[in-house]
């Protein structure tokens, strides 16, 4: 299930440390989606085009030692980075619907989630945000909606012919091949 919203307010539509802005751009496409895995750990970003070439996939990392505040903003800092370089031309971008397990967080992941839909609507308030639970990706990107962090990577490059640095890649591009799919109507 997906969620759809404009994030204008009052419009719903029922829908080491790295310098992002350092990065070199390959650039023979422009972006149309962006997909972000939020975590407290590491936050995945998959930018791809219409037909889902990835443009650029990251991993913005944050700091154990840190309070959870400065690690919430600085996701949002290095966000705010991608958004400027691969924004312009974005029909939307999709967020994982925070996942509460066992870990105690829930405030903190609500936190990343949050400042990640903020940061999107500081760029641009009228772009679309859709928001995808953990389940409903997974079971349409890998066929089985509890898969295993190591069964998501074995099948997006099986079936996919993906091959990312990090599993938050491999979880941000499952998520972007849900609302890709249902954005066209496919699902």
Same mark, same amino acid.
């Given at each position: 299930? *997906?969620?759809?919203?404009?994030?204008?307010?009052?419009? @719903?539509? %029922?829908?080491?440390?790295?310098? =992002?802005? &350092?990065?070199?751009?390959?650039?023979?496409?422009?972006?149309? $989606?962006?997909?972000?895995? #939020?975590?407290?750990?590491?936050? !995945?970003?998959?930018?791809?085009?219409?037909?889902? @070439?990835?443009?650029?996939?990251?991993?913005?990392?944050? $700091?154990?030692? #840190?309070?959870?505040?400065?690690?919430? @903003? #600085?996701?949002?800092?290095?966000?705010? !980075?991608?958004?400027? *370089?691969?924004?312009? &031309?974005?029909?939307?971008?999709?967020?994982? /619907?925070?996942?509460? @397990?066992?870990?105690?967080?829930?405030?903190?992941?609500? !936190?990343?989630?949050?400042?990640? /839909?903020?940061?999107?609507?500081?760029?641009?308030?009228?772009?679309?945000?859709?928001?995808? %639970? =953990? &389940?409903?990706?997974?079971?349409?990107?890998?066929?089985?909606?509890?898969?295993?962090?190591?069964? =998501?990577?074995?099948?997006?490059?099986?079936?996919? &012919?993906?091959?990312?640095? %990090? #599993?938050?890649? $491999?979880?941000?591009? !499952?998520?972007?091949? $849900?609302?890709?799919?249902?954005?066209?109507?496919?699902?």
């Amino acid at each position: 299930m *997906m969620a759809r919203f404009k994030t204008k307010a009052g419009i @719903n539509k %029922s829908k080491k440390d790295i310098s =992002v802005s &350092n990065m070199k751009l390959p650039g023979f496409y422009k972006t149309r $989606y962006l997909a972000i895995d #939020q975590s407290l750990a590491s936050t !995945g970003v998959i930018a791809a085009d219409y037909r889902l @070439n990835v443009k650029r996939a990251l991993t913005l990392p944050t $700091y154990s030692n #840190q309070l959870p505040e400065a690690r919430i @903003n #600085q996701i949002g800092s290095l966000l705010d !980075g991608v958004l400027k *370089m691969e924004g312009p &031309n974005l029909k939307f971008a999709v967020l994982e /619907r925070p996942a509460f @397990n066992a870990s105690g967080l829930k405030d903190v992941l609500s !936190g990343c989630y949050w400042e990640c /839909r903020r940061r999107i609507w500081l760029y641009n308030p009228e772009l679309e945000i859709f928001t995808v %639970s =953990v &389940n409903s990706w997974k079971a349409y990107a890998v066929g089985h909606g509890w898969a295993s962090k190591a069964k =998501v990577k074995s099948e997006i490059e099986k079936r996919y &012919n993906k091959k990312f640095h %990090s #599993q938050d890649c $491999y979880d941000a591009y !499952g998520l972007l091949l $849900y609302a890709v799919a249902k954005y066209k109507g496919k699902i």
